[in-house]
């Protein structure tokens, strides 16, 4: 199934344009499903991002050199806005975790500085959903269930998701890249981030 419908017209291309605020509702034409992982390398000014061939996500490349999104950096999950943390905003951590980079090692401090560092050419970065992080997992390997065109990648723990936990809203959904697991993880724990754009 590749084309996609509105409350009033089928057979429409998925793209945003199209669906408007239907776009990224997990259509079967837009989700695609058992179509086979592909991706892109982007470059920019010098950075790399990647582009997910099969849902047209874009998602960030981390580093290797101990700047803002260094591979090893992890943060606590925070969002101050009711309408996205189910009552529980969660924790704003020191700036230790993170190696001073932010005021505090947080989610929603770290999108907000790889927004206005303009990072790959945009300014439109957010935390992703626990769907389309889980879309990221390799299921036809293990250790490490992820392309290798995601360089960088820590496998020591968990990366977060935007999504918390409807059973407990003191925990959010982290993706274990290792073996491919979801886990509901306390906001206060130190995970890392793998951030992702939405092309309009």
Known sequence: IHLCGTDDKNNLPCDNTNLVNLFGMQQDGEKQAGRKMAYELIS?????????????????????????????????????????????????????????????????????????????????????????????????????????????????DGYWSSTTSAKQNTKAWTIDFKEGASNPTYKEYMAHIRAVRTPQ
């Open 44 to 156: 920019y000014n010098n950075e790399n991002c990647i582009r997910d061939q099969v849902t047209g996500l874009i998602w960030e490349q981390k580093t290797k050199d101990k700047s803002l999104r260094d591979q090893d950096w992890r943060f606590t999950w925070f969002n101050a806005d009711p309408k996205n943390n189910a009552g529980d905003a969660g924790i704003q951590a020191s700036s230790t975790t993170c190696n001073c980079t932010l005021s505090s090692c947080n989610t929603t401090a770290y999108i907000e500085a790889l927004n206005k560092a303009n990072y790959c050419g945009y300014s439109d970065w957010r935390l992703p959903t626990r769907s389309e992080l889980t879309n990221l997992v390799d299921y036809s390997t293990s250790q490490a269930a992820l392309n290798p065109i995601y360089t960088n990648t820590a496998f020591n």
